[in-house]
């Protein structure tokens, strides 16, 4: 089992900027390969895809919608990865939940269906 807890998240100003982590306990990054995203939801909105990454962090995937503004990265010695937001906006608003991926799915097209376990999520909220 692996448990997820994402922080970081906030009330932000367009424009502004966020880093949101994902911390791993139970079955951890420094002693299980394992391949991690980063979705979000938004209000009567399905869970959508933001950003993947391998677990030696030498592969990353972004949604268009994010590609240029947010950056994916991992430390596995500290059992977590990141999500640095830039140049953000209102339509970035929603609960950010990072997941661990199944074995073996490839990474540039993750849905929710291809996470095994979740967080509780945090919720990022960007003002106009």
């Known amino acids: 089992q692996v448990q997820l807890v994402e922080s970081g998240g906030g009330l932000v100003q367009a424009g502004g900027s966020l880093r949101l982590s994902c911390a791993a306990s139970?079955?951890?990054?420094?002693?299980?390969?394992?391949?991690v995203g980063w979705f979000r939801q938004a209000p009567g909105k399905e869970r959508e895809f933001v950003a993947a990454?391998?677990?030696?962090?030498?592969?990353?995937y972004y949604a268009d919608y994010v590609k240029g503004r947010f950056t994916i990265s991992r430390d596995n010695a500290k059992n977590t990865v990141y999500l640095q937001m830039n140049s953000l906006k209102p339509e970035d608003t929603a609960v950010y939940y990072c997941?661990?991926?199944?074995?073996?799915?490839?990474?540039?097209?993750?849905?929710?269906?291809?996470?095994?376990?979740w967080g509780k999520g945090t919720l990022v909220t960007v003002s106009s």
């Open positions: 139970g079955r951890t990054f420094s002693d299980y390969v394992m391949d």
């Open positions: 990454i391998s677990w030696g962090g030498g592969r990353t």
């Open positions: 997941g661990v991926v199944k074995a073996g799915q490839a990474l540039n097209s993750l849905n929710y269906n291809d996470i095994v376990y």
